[in-house]
């Protein structure tokens, strides 16, 4: 009776459980692709808004969070900016609240002499009504 039973040999086993390199390698690619498509351009974003908010200085038309558009008037601290809303309105901010800067002040910004030569920024000269209001010109056929 005992030719019948064949005897059991024990497999090899296996290393650690299966844990080897290529087992890895999709976890690894997975983190890279996370990496470059989320944590790196948040990382950029977030030092291009530290870099907006150091340069504001005063005369900045600003957008803050809430959607309030105003000019910088005052810069008061690293931390607050006094800003005009509107004509004789003013509101102290936190600097961090502004999201965006619609128009940067130029630092010492005055007109060169090229500037004057050629006439920008200067306004143009009002045209004068040859007829006065309500009264038609003599070409007009009246219809």
Do not use: C, W
């Not at 064949?6 to 390199?21: C, E, H, R, V, W």
């Not at 004057?116 to 056929?141: C, F, L, M, N, Y």
Request: net charge positive.
């Amino acid at each position: 009776m005992s030719l019948l039973i064949s005897p059991a040999y024990a497999q090899a086993a296996a290393g650690f459980g299966g844990l080897d390199l290529m087992s890895m390698l999709p976890f690894v690619g997975i983190f890279v692709v996370f990496y470059f498509l989320m944590f790196r351009p948040q990382q950029q974003k977030a030092k291009k808004h530290r870099d907006l908010l150091a340069s504001l200085r005063r005369g900045d038309r600003v957008v803050t969070t809430g959607g309030i558009i105003g000019t910088v008037s005052k810069v008061v601290s690293d931390a607050e900016l006094l800003l005009e809303i509107a004509d004789g309105v003013r509101v102290r901010i936190l600097r961090q609240m502004v999201t965006d800067v619609i128009t940067k002040t130029e630092p010492g910004a005055a007109a060169s002499n090229d500037d004057e030569e050629v006439g920008i920024g200067k306004p143009k000269p009002r045209s004068r009504r040859t007829t006065a209001p309500g009264t038609a010109k003599s070409d007009d056929t009246g219809a």
